[in-house]
């Protein structure tokens, strides 16, 4: 059958990501923060968010390749 694990994986990178960005955004307080370029986190959000979109797109196609040979078989 299908492997899921790759794409899979890419959702758990992307998750974890999404939640280091989070979590160095939250902690800044002020502009004036720690050394956190807030512009440079935003788009590293948006290539975890665009990785993230990727994944489940292969694991939707995966999907629908699975049920269709599923269909041709039965």
Sequence with gaps: MIDFSIPLSGL???ESSVNQIA???ATVGFPQGDGVDLSSEAVSLIQAKNNFAANTKVIQTEDEMTKNLLNILA
């Design 12 to 14: 758990n990178q992307a």
């Design 23 to 25: 979590s160095k955004v």
